[in-house]
Protein backbone atom coordinates (compact mmCIF):
# COMPACT_ATOMS: atom_id res chain seq x y z
CA UNK A 1 0.00 0.00 0.00
CA UNK A 2 1.68 3.45 -0.69
CA UNK A 3 2.19 6.00 1.49
CA UNK A 4 -0.78 8.28 -0.03
CA UNK A 5 -3.48 4.86 0.01
CA UNK A 6 -2.32 4.11 3.67
CA UNK A 7 -3.12 7.18 5.12
CA UNK A 8 -6.81 7.56 3.25
CA UNK A 9 -7.17 4.44 4.69
CA UNK A 10 -6.33 5.62 7.95
CA UNK A 11 -9.09 9.02 7.13
CA UNK A 12 -11.77 6.14 6.16
CA UNK A 13 -11.24 4.15 9.04
CA UNK A 14 -11.23 7.47 11.77
CA UNK A 15 -14.87 8.37 9.80
CA UNK A 16 -15.93 4.45 10.46
CA UNK A 17 -15.01 5.15 14.34
CA UNK A 18 -16.82 8.65 14.20
CA UNK A 19 -19.92 7.75 12.28
CA UNK A 20 -20.68 4.04 13.63
CA UNK A 21 -18.90 3.19 16.40
CA UNK A 22 -16.74 0.83 14.33
CA UNK A 23 -14.76 -1.00 16.89
CA UNK A 24 -12.98 -3.05 14.45
CA UNK A 25 -11.46 0.08 12.49
CA UNK A 26 -10.76 0.95 16.13
CA UNK A 27 -8.53 -1.45 16.55
CA UNK A 28 -7.06 -1.47 13.04
CA UNK A 29 -5.98 2.61 14.16
CA UNK A 30 -4.96 1.35 17.79
CA UNK A 31 -2.61 -1.69 16.17
CA UNK A 32 -1.02 0.87 13.99
CA UNK A 33 -0.68 4.06 15.51
CA UNK A 34 -0.27 3.07 19.68
CA UNK A 35 3.24 1.42 19.02
CA UNK A 36 4.39 4.52 17.02
CA UNK A 37 3.36 7.09 19.29
CA UNK A 38 4.77 5.61 22.38
CA UNK A 39 8.15 5.54 20.03
CA UNK A 40 7.79 8.76 19.29
CA UNK A 41 6.79 9.97 22.89
CA UNK A 42 10.00 8.22 24.30
CA UNK A 43 12.23 9.89 21.32
CA UNK A 44 11.41 13.17 22.97
CA UNK A 45 12.66 11.78 26.44
CA UNK A 46 9.17 10.53 28.15
CA UNK A 47 10.04 7.51 30.53
CA UNK A 48 8.45 4.15 29.60
CA UNK A 49 5.46 4.25 31.92
CA UNK A 50 4.60 7.52 30.83
CA UNK A 51 4.68 7.02 27.12
CA UNK A 52 2.27 4.07 27.75
CA UNK A 53 0.17 6.38 29.06
CA UNK A 54 -0.19 9.43 27.46
CA UNK A 55 -0.55 6.65 23.96
CA UNK A 56 -3.56 5.47 26.28
CA UNK A 57 -4.90 8.55 26.47
CA UNK A 58 -4.58 9.52 22.72
CA UNK A 59 -5.95 6.40 21.91
CA UNK A 60 -9.02 7.08 23.59
CA UNK A 61 -9.13 10.98 22.70
CA UNK A 62 -9.41 9.29 18.86
CA UNK A 63 -11.68 6.99 20.10
CA UNK A 64 -14.17 9.69 22.26
CA UNK A 65 -13.22 12.57 19.28
CA UNK A 66 -12.99 11.18 16.02
CA UNK A 67 -15.58 13.25 14.50
CA UNK A 68 -13.72 15.98 15.47
CA UNK A 69 -11.02 14.54 12.90
CA UNK A 70 -10.74 16.56 9.57
CA UNK A 71 -8.78 15.17 6.75
CA UNK A 72 -8.75 18.57 4.95
CA UNK A 73 -6.78 19.92 7.39
CA UNK A 74 -4.18 17.07 8.80
CA UNK A 75 -3.86 13.82 7.95
CA UNK A 76 -4.78 11.43 10.82
CA UNK A 77 -0.97 10.76 11.70
CA UNK A 78 -0.15 14.60 12.24
CA UNK A 79 -3.52 14.98 14.02
CA UNK A 80 -2.69 11.92 16.53
CA UNK A 81 0.97 13.19 16.93
CA UNK A 82 0.15 16.90 17.77
CA UNK A 83 -2.30 15.41 20.66
CA UNK A 84 -0.11 13.07 21.82
CA UNK A 85 2.76 16.18 22.21
CA UNK A 86 0.22 18.83 23.35
CA UNK A 87 -1.04 16.27 26.03
CA UNK A 88 2.61 15.23 26.80
CA UNK A 89 3.08 19.40 27.75
CA UNK A 90 0.11 19.26 29.59
CA UNK A 91 1.57 16.71 31.89
CA UNK A 92 4.80 18.25 32.15
CA UNK A 93 3.28 21.51 33.16
CA UNK A 94 0.69 19.91 35.72
CA UNK A 95 3.92 17.92 36.86
CA UNK A 96 7.21 19.97 38.66
CA UNK A 97 7.08 23.28 37.08
CA UNK A 98 10.30 24.26 39.22
CA UNK A 99 12.00 21.52 37.18
CA UNK A 100 10.89 22.81 33.48
CA UNK A 101 12.73 26.30 32.08
CA UNK A 102 10.13 28.79 31.32
CA UNK A 103 11.81 28.97 27.82
CA UNK A 104 11.33 25.04 27.23
CA UNK A 105 10.32 24.76 23.58
CA UNK A 106 8.04 22.26 24.47
CA UNK A 107 6.33 24.97 26.60
CA UNK A 108 5.39 27.70 24.03
CA UNK A 109 2.36 27.35 22.70
CA UNK A 110 1.82 26.62 19.15
CA UNK A 111 -1.30 28.78 18.16
CA UNK A 112 -3.58 28.23 15.25
CA UNK A 113 -1.37 28.11 12.24
CA UNK A 114 -2.04 31.00 9.59
CA UNK A 115 -3.86 29.68 5.95
CA UNK A 116 -0.41 30.52 4.59
CA UNK A 117 1.33 27.98 6.62
CA UNK A 118 -1.51 25.18 6.05
CA UNK A 119 -1.22 25.47 2.58
CA UNK A 120 2.25 25.07 2.20
CA UNK A 121 3.00 22.26 4.70
CA UNK A 122 -0.13 20.91 2.75
CA UNK A 123 2.08 21.38 -0.23
CA UNK A 124 4.95 20.39 1.32
CA UNK A 125 2.65 16.86 2.55
CA UNK A 126 1.82 15.96 -1.14
CA UNK A 127 5.61 16.22 -2.64
CA UNK A 128 6.87 13.55 0.16
CA UNK A 129 4.37 11.76 -0.68
CA UNK A 130 4.61 11.86 -4.24
CA UNK A 131 8.69 11.49 -3.29
CA UNK A 132 7.70 8.56 -1.55
CA UNK A 133 5.51 6.49 -3.71
CA UNK A 134 8.34 6.90 -6.44
CA UNK A 135 10.66 4.85 -4.54
CA UNK A 136 10.98 1.45 -4.48
CA UNK A 137 8.14 -0.76 -1.72
CA UNK A 138 11.39 -1.83 -0.18
CA UNK A 139 13.12 1.45 1.07
CA UNK A 140 9.56 2.67 1.75
CA UNK A 141 9.22 -0.12 4.15
CA UNK A 142 12.80 0.41 5.67
CA UNK A 143 11.94 4.29 6.08
CA UNK A 144 8.58 3.54 7.85
CA UNK A 145 10.70 0.84 10.13
CA UNK A 146 13.14 3.39 10.94
CA UNK A 147 11.75 6.13 11.01
CA UNK A 148 7.86 5.60 12.09
CA UNK A 149 8.01 2.75 13.83
CA UNK A 150 11.58 3.95 15.33
CA UNK A 151 13.06 0.74 15.13
CA UNK A 152 17.05 1.03 15.07
CA UNK A 153 19.10 -0.14 11.90
CA UNK A 154 19.88 -3.67 14.45
CA UNK A 155 16.60 -3.99 14.93
CA UNK A 156 15.26 -3.72 11.63
CA UNK A 157 18.12 -5.98 10.15
CA UNK A 158 16.43 -8.52 12.62
CA UNK A 159 13.24 -7.90 11.95
CA UNK A 160 13.52 -8.02 7.69
CA UNK A 161 16.60 -10.95 7.15
CA UNK A 162 18.92 -8.62 5.98
CA UNK A 163 22.15 -7.76 6.48
CA UNK A 164 22.90 -5.04 8.89
CA UNK A 165 25.21 -3.04 6.59
CA UNK A 166 22.28 -3.19 3.58
CA UNK A 167 19.67 -2.06 5.78
CA UNK A 168 22.18 1.30 7.18
CA UNK A 169 23.04 1.44 3.06
CA UNK A 170 19.52 0.99 1.50
CA UNK A 171 18.30 3.69 3.80
CA UNK A 172 21.15 6.14 2.57
CA UNK A 173 20.03 5.60 -0.43
CA UNK A 174 16.26 6.04 0.05
CA UNK A 175 16.49 9.57 1.27
CA UNK A 176 19.67 10.57 -1.18
CA UNK A 177 16.33 9.52 -3.89
CA UNK A 178 14.04 11.72 -1.75
CA UNK A 179 16.24 14.47 -1.16
CA UNK A 180 16.83 14.82 -4.75
CA UNK A 181 13.20 14.26 -5.88
CA UNK A 182 12.61 17.16 -3.01
CA UNK A 183 14.69 19.54 -3.99
CA UNK A 184 13.84 18.90 -8.07
CA UNK A 185 10.43 19.78 -6.67
CA UNK A 186 11.43 22.86 -5.19
CA UNK A 187 13.30 23.93 -7.88
CA UNK A 188 16.54 23.45 -6.25
CA UNK A 189 17.95 20.70 -7.56
Not at 8 to 28: C, S
Not at 51 to 64: C, G, I, N, Y
Not at 110 to 124: F, H, N, S, V, Y
Amino acid sequence: MTVVSRQEHFADLIERVARDGDRDAFTELFDHFAPRIKAYLMRIGAEAGLAEEVTQEVMVTLWRKAAQFDRKKATLSTWLFRVARNRRIDILRRGSDADLPSDDPLLIPEGDPDPETLIDADQRDRRVRAALADLPEEQVDLIRLSFFDGLSHGAIADRTGLPLGTVKSRIRLAFGRLRNALGDADGSG
